[in-house]
């Protein structure tokens, strides 16, 4: 399956954006989701994951309360609702994909989106 994000941009501090990453190849609802996201001179960061199976969500600490994740099967489609956004969460932004499910490492997902920029000014 290929994966492309989009969405990113530059937002003010408590704005909110809305990230999409649309799958092209498969049916994307056989594959459990995250999005990760990496700040310069950080590592990778699991930010929202949603399972394959019965579309249960789970978040990184940082984002709780403040992201939402939620699918559309029809159209192929995962997203990432940003909301209440603050300068710590300026990163590239990555959707990735798993046929085995998902869990909030990196390594548990084997088909990556090219990422896209998301910048909070303060």
């Known amino acids: 399956v290929q994966l492309q994000a989009s969405g990113g941009g530059v937002v003010q501090a408590g704005g909110s954006l809305r990230l999409s990453c649309i799958a092209f190849?498969?049916?994307?609802?056989?594959?459990?989701v995250g999005w990760f996201r990496q700040a310069p001179g950080k590592g990778r960061e699991f930010v929202a994951g949603?399972?394959?199976?019965?579309?249960?969500?789970f978040y990184g600490d940082s984002v709780k309360g403040r992201f939402i994740i939620f699918r559309d099967n029809a159209k192929n489609m995962v997203y990432l609702q940003m909301n209440s956004l603050k300068p710590e969460d300026t990163a590239v932004y990555y959707c990735?994909?798993?046929?085995?499910?998902?869990?909030?490492?990196?390594?548990?997902?084997?088909?990556w989106g090219q990422g896209t920029q998301v910048t909070v000014s303060s």
């Open positions: 990735a994909a798993d046929a085995e499910g998902n869990g909030d490492m990196w390594t548990d997902y084997d088909f």
């Open positions: 949603i399972n394959r199976n019965d579309g249960s969500t």
């Open positions: 190849g498969r049916t994307f609802g056989s594959y459990g």
